[in-house]
């Protein structure tokens, strides 16, 4: 289920959000909106 997945996506950037380059955080949300 997308939306499970997303979900922990989501947690996990929120973890490691502060690791994460701009682009990495924008290239995981586009795939993250086109898989939805």
């Given at each position: 289920d997308m939306?499970?997945?997303a979900y922990?996506?989501?947690l996990?950037?929120?973890r490691?959000?502060?690791v994460?380059?701009?682009e990495?955080?924008?290239e995981l949300?586009?795939?993250m909106e086109s898989a939805l």
């Open positions: 939306s499970v997945v922990h996506m989501a996990f950037v929120g490691a959000g502060h994460l380059t701009p990495l955080r924008s949300r586009t795939s």
